[in-house]
């Protein structure tokens, strides 16, 4: 495919006076990447939040990372993370960018992004080139000050996904206390950029599999940041210098005398005494004035007063008018008038005469009446009528049906409130289903499926089955082993709670078991009660060792007592 051939060096259109050398220049470029956004979360997860958790009495700090596409892929596959050794890693927290976006609410428009036009501009104080002192002064040489344009950045909107894995809900708990803690902080390095960030919802989820049991949480968070590249736009960087033009002030001896003109003459003397006149010494001479052939005449009139009425403004010196009205009329001030006289006042099509008002009148806002109000006609009211009190006068008399029904609201989100009893005879329809009765049978003998029962009835009757099923699910002891028998068996001098018939019976699943510290895989165990004996058996193949007499067995689980 033919490309173009790029143009020789010396037909190439640069603009060299933008190409200042910044060799010795302490002034950096400054540039904000994507890594510098993610590496910002690693720095305060490390440095501020600090994730810890408690194990074994040992307060154990977890470990932080960044996802790479692979391992986000197998913890989405396996849902945990594992080392070289295929062991899971637990406690530990793994996180990913998963989408960044242009922020519009912050819109920056460069007009062209390979060569953009829109820079804040900071002027460097303090320079070798931008000093100020007496010597300078004297000899006539301003300070030459030093400006920097930097590039806008574009601002972005970042989201990540973070997954935290512990192994109790209590060291999960801790984490998720502190994250929470540091929404809507500015996340990352003090010393070098810092992105506001807000963190979402969080998503708890506790896995408990054959061989071991993890406690997930994941979340998202979303930062506030902004992209400003390392690359070179149309030979610049992101940052560029210029400097302000230097400016030379000549002093010499003049042949004629220099008088002052109309106008600011600027830096001119008369006569000094040696008989000579100098240019670009000295202090400026008074401003001139001009004269006006007609001059300018301000009269007061109606309403408005002047300071100085009817004195003339030729030029020839300085004249202050104030204009001054009797009060105030600006858009918050109260205006008041001694009397206003109309026959009539048309607004639109409403026509105001005295105390009649002809046409129509609507009233977007509130009305408020302090003496009596009546309508001769019809009163349509299309919102809420509020009354202390309501009189209703019958011309002839009044009708009140011996039956009939009455409807209150037509939506579901009314409410209606009664004040004092409520006496009903019938039955009761609840979104169209009949209540015959409100039933105080402690027994619920009668099994009615149109009753209601009250607060004592289901007190009474669950009271029992309630009291048994609490006590055996807050029944949760520590033993310890009495003895082992070598190599599969150890006894506990404990007696297996027994479960209410309503609940599902005690099994091997309501224990766990530590020996010397490390849990024991379920799937390796079986349990078994022998009078005032509880035995522990061991499937050695399966576990992968044997039990030994010096052994400690923990277990906590149903126990009795």
Do not use: C
């Not at 300070?143 to 997954?163: A, C, G, K, S």
């Not at 202050?320 to 858009?331: D, K, L, N």
């Not at 105001?352 to 349509?380: E, I, P, W």
């Amino acid at each position: 495919m033919a490309t173009n051939k790029p143009l020789p060096r010396k037909k190439r259109v640069i603009n060299r006076g933008t190409l200042l050398a910044r060799t010795e220049n302490d002034i950096k470029n400054p540039s904000v990447t994507l890594m510098d956004m993610d590496s910002a979360i690693l720095h305060y997860f490390e440095k501020v939040i600090k994730p810890s958790v408690e194990d074994n009495g040992e307060n154990v700090k977890v470990p932080v990372m960044y996802a790479s596409p692979e391992r986000w892929k197998a913890i989405q596959r396996d849902g945990f993370m594992k080392d070289k050794k295929r062991q899971t890693i637990t406690p530990v927290i793994a996180y990913r960018r998963t989408s960044i976006e242009k922020d519009e609410s912050l819109p920056i428009d460069k007009l062209d992004a390979n060569n953009p036009h829109h820079f804040y501009t900071f002027e460097k104080k303090f320079s070798d080139v931008n000093r100020y002192d007496n010597f300078s002064t004297q000899i006539g040489l301003l300070p030459q000050r030093e400006y920097y344009n930097v590039t806008m950045p574009d601002y972005v909107t970042l989201t990540y996904d973070f997954i935290i894995w512990t192994s109790y809900i209590e060291q999960m708990n801790k984490i998720v206390e502190r994250v929470t803690y540091s929404d809507g902080a500015y996340w990352g390095d003090p010393d070098k950029m810092k992105f506001r960030t807000s963190v979402e919802s969080f998503t708890d989820a506790t896995e408990v599999s054959d061989a071991e049991r993890l406690v997930r949480t994941t979340f998202t968070v979303t930062m506030r940041g902004y992209l400003l590249p390392e690359g070179n736009f149309d030979h610049r960087s992101t940052t560029q210098k210029y400097l302000t033009p230097k400016k030379v002030v000549f002093g010499t001896e003049v042949d004629t005398k220099v008088n002052n003109v109309s106008g600011k003459v600027g830096q001119f003397l008369n006569e000094v005494s040696d008989g000579s006149d100098k240019i670009g010494v000295g202090s400026p001479s008074d401003t001139a004035g001009t004269t006006l052939t007609y001059p300018l005449v301000l009269n007061a009139g109606t309403g408005v007063s002047l300071s100085r009425d009817g004195v003339e403004f030729n030029g020839a010196s300085r004249l202050e008018q104030i204009f001054s009205i009797g009060q105030s009329v600006a858009t918050t001030a109260n205006v008041t008038f001694n009397q206003v006289s109309a026959s009539s006042l048309i607004l639109d099509s409403t026509t105001y005469d005295g105390g009649n008002v002809t046409g129509d009148m609507n009233f977007t806002g509130s009305l408020t009446t302090t003496g009596d109000m009546t309508v001769v006609g019809n009163a349509t009211i299309g919102g809420i009528v509020t009354a202390q009190e309501f009189h209703t006068e019958f011309i002839s008399g009044s009708i009140i049906y011996a039956s009939g029904s009455t409807q209150f609201g037509d939506t579901l989100d009314d409410t209606h409130v009664f004040t004092g009893s409520l006496l009903l005879t019938g039955s009761l329809a609840l979104n169209n289903y009949s209540v015959t009765e409100i039933s105080n049978d402690a027994t619920l003998g009668d099994a009615s499926a149109t009753a209601l029962v009250t607060e004592y009835a289901v007190k009474t009757f669950t009271s029992d089955t309630i009291e048994v099923e609490q006590t055996y699910l807050r029944k949760q002891f520590v033993k310890t082993t009495s003895s082992i028998t070598a190599p599969a068996s150890a006894s506990f001098s404990a007696v297996t709670a027994s479960a209410p018939s309503t609940l599902t019976s005690t099994t091997e699943n309501d224990f766990i078991f530590f020996i010397n510290g490390q849990y024991m895989e379920h799937d390796a165990l079986e349990i078994q009660q022998l009078g005032s004996v509880f035995v522990l058996k061991v499937d050695n193949d399966s576990i992968g060792y044997n039990l030994e007499s010096d052994d400690e067995i923990l277990a906590i689980g149903k126990f009795n007592s």
